[in-house]
């Protein structure tokens, strides 16, 4: 998972995050296989948070004493600007991507964030870090089990590491009932164990001074009981190499190996292929906005700067037809999405009491709503089916299709069902066919 990610954003802390985006956009996408696990015998990097709500630090400055919680501090400081915990660590309800398990340990942690200021280089602070908070979480958190395979507690944070976090958001936390015909796991061992004295073990096995890290290894052997390998394979240690692709015991290995997953691929879209069920597009389209404002107006938090913005939409909205658009602008990260969603939901509310017709696209955030000409169709079917136009065809020529949009949404609703129509981050839309430019809305 990690052969596309760059120096700069491993050296940033970023690795993890990428990595869980990842997951998802594969557990939503795939037809068929999502994840393969293939467990070795490294446990891998243990790296702190890169974010900690602030909640959560200042919990962990109790079990510390005053010169670890000054080193802390300095290498941590609070984004008072950040109000909610990173998706990859407390997930919201299912949006735009793959239900996933609601983790209640983390739902009240959203509000400013403590961000991590440092980098592994140099590796001693870096190192003195991560030992003084895999302690006090320990200390705070006593009585927690953080083997748990089913727990998503904080205190895994600290202990764990990236590879048991990708085995627990890609197994762990993802099985639905009946199996996981969409996860395989491959257990490579080698004949004898990884020898610590050579020259290439480091890359192997985890080491610690030259020496064999045997807290990793335990944590290791404890994530391998988590989860049945659907496939075994032991081959013999090729010294200063490990595996070499020259020798034959490892070049059958390596060929097993591929014949055996493209096996499984193969047949697991085929069984896709054959048990596929269309969707339809449009409602699928409606459903995932409706839920990714479902999402966030949940967490929208009613700060006095908030709460005014809002009731300005509340009231432009409430207004009926006024033959102009509202617009809410600010800086990037303000909040203007968040506010959005809260309008949004209402409306929603309003509109499935009273007959009306509310529709909302987050632009960028899905296929459909990241091109001009491809929103206006996809909000153009919608208005279709609302306002029963089922003889209106929808052009293929960009020109006509913003014209059909601009009298679907000037000339189609009534007083009798009215329209709503939220466009929120119309700056993530490419300059195809002038989306940037606006000349297409009414």
Not at 66 to 92: G, I, M
Request: overall charge negative.
């Amino acid at each position: 998972m990690r052969w596309s990610i760059g120096k700069e954003e491993s050296d940033s802390m970023d690795t993890s995050a990428i990595c869980m985006r990842e997951l998802e956009n594969c557990q939503f996408k795939s037809a068929g296989i999502n994840y393969l696990w293939i467990p070795c015998d490294k446990y891998g990097f243990r790296p702190p948070p890169k974010t900690i709500p602030q909640a959560v630090f200042e919990l962990l400055l109790t079990a510390m004493g005053p010169e670890e919680q000054a080193f802390v501090k300095e290498c941590y400081k609070l984004d008072t600007n950040s109000t909610t915990t990173p998706e990859h660590f407390k997930p919201p309800l299912p949006v735009c991507g793959p239900p996933r398990k609601v983790r209640e340990e983390w739902d009240q942690l959203d509000g400013p964030q403590y961000v991590l200021q440092i980098s592994t280089k140099p590796w001693e602070p870096f190192a003195q870090l991560v030992a003084i908070l895999r302690t006090a979480a320990i200390t705070v958190w006593d009585g927690e089990d953080a083997r748990d395979p089913k727990s998503s507690h904080w205190l895994k944070k600290f202990i764990i590491s990236v590879t048991e976090e990708e085995q627990s958001n890609g197994i762990l936390w993802a099985i639905p009932e009946g199996g996981r015909t969409r996860i395989k796991v491959s257990l490579r061992k080698f004949e004898g164990g990884v020898p610590a004295t050579d020259p290439v073990a480091g890359k192997f096995i985890d080491l610690n001074g030259g020496k064999v890290d045997e807290e990793a290894q335990e944590l290791l052997r404890q994530q391998k009981g988590m989860t049945t390998p659907d496939r075994t394979w032991t081959v013999p240690w090729a010294p200063g190499k490990g595996i070499d692709a020259t020798k034959a015991e490892h070049k059958e290995y390596l060929t097993n190996f591929c014949t055996w997953y493209t096996k499984v691929c193969v047949e697991s879209l085929e069984e896709a292929l054959a048990n596929e069920v269309v969707p339809d597009t449009v409602v699928e389209e409606a459903r995932r906005h409706l839920e990714f404002a479902q999402a966030r107006a949940a967490k929208f938090h009613d700060t006095p700067t908030a709460m005014r913005v809002l009731e300005r939409v509340r009231a432009y909205m409430l207004a009926g037809y006024s033959g102009k658009a509202s617009v809410v602008w600010g800086k990037s990260g303000a909040g203007k999405t968040y506010i959005m969603s809260k309008a949004v939901w209402e409306a929603a509310e309003r509109s499935t009491a009273s007959n009306g017709v509310c529709i909302v696209r987050f632009l960028g955030t899905s296929a459909d709503s990241s091109k001009v000409a491809l929103l206006l169709e996809s909000v153009v079917r919608q208005l279709v089916r609302a306002y029963d136009k089922d003889d209106v065809e929808i052009p293929s020529d960009f020109r006509e299709l913003a014209e059909l949009f601009k009298t679907a949404v000037t000339t189609w609703p009534t007083p009798d069902k009215p329209l709503t129509l939220v466009l929120d981050s119309v700056d993530q839309l490419d300059d195809t066919n002038g989306g940037r430019a606006l000349l297409w809305l009414p």
